[in-house]
């Protein structure tokens, strides 16, 4: 009878606490409609969600609304057309916790949806912002996880630019084995060709940055090793 008891309390417990996310997870889309980010990352996930092995599709939720106030923090920090925020305390903090969040928010979103796309775009766009930053080995696992992830949507001109751009940081940094700064650079090059010559092909601004992406890319240019085998 005891035992009963404590599953049928245990059982009651599950059902608050899932009851608690999916409260906070309906404010939270609120404060996202408003667009009051900082309340949103001044927001602590339900106790259900603390559990790394928890992955309810509320707490997935949860990750992705903060990552993206967290992310939108971050680049409210950028020059206009920059594709990165200033790389100030604030705007990296903000960028390091979005990539955190986004970890946590992996298959929020309907397969093929386009919140999905959504949410992978901007994942990409937290990772290849904050990899400069990192040490070489996290920089090249979080650029090459960025680029893996893009290429899961349709390519296209915007998506091409991203990927390049993203390898063409990794061969500017003299802190990098040549091959590999070699093989960045390369990469980048192709990426952004591919962008330029693609279904759809690219047009206006993103055609002159993808044609710069191609120049940069350069063996031997400015930032680049000045040969490669």
Do not use: W
């Not at 990409?124 to 290429?151: G, I, N, W, Y």
């Amino acid at each position: 009878m005891k035992l009963m008891q404590r599953y049928i309390n245990l059982a009651s417990l599950l059902c608050l606490l899932t009851a608690c996310a999916t409260m906070q997870l309906a404010h939270m889309k609120q404060l996202q409609n408003n667009e009051q980010y900082d309340a949103i990352i001044a927001e602590t996930p339900a106790t259900s969600c603390n559990d790394p092995s928890q992955s309810s599709e509320v707490c997935r939720q949860f990750y992705a609304i903060r990552g993206h106030a967290y992310l939108k923090l971050a680049m409210n920090e950028s020059q206009a057309g920059a594709r990165c925020p200033m790389p100030t305390p604030s705007a990296r903090a903000n960028m390091d916790n979005a990539v955190n969040d986004y970890a946590l928010a992996s298959s929020a979103a309907a397969r093929g949806s386009e919140d999905e796309t959504h949410l992978i775009e901007n994942q990409v766009l937290a990772l290849t912002c904050s990899a400069p930053f990192k040490q070489p080995a996290e920089a090249v696992a979080m650029t090459r996880e960025a680029v893996a992830k893009l290429d899961q949507l349709p390519p296209n001109p915007s998506r091409a630019l991203t990927t390049s751009n993203a390898f063409l940081s990794l061969a500017q940094r003299t802190d990098l084995p040549q091959a590999e700064r070699c093989q960045a650079a390369r990469d980048a090059r192709i990426r952004a060709l591919g962008g330029l010559k693609g279904q759809p092909p690219a047009t206006g601004e993103i055609a002159i940055r993808l044609q710069q992406t191609v120049n940069a890319a350069a063996i031997g240019g400015p930032g680049l090793p000045s040969t490669c085998v």
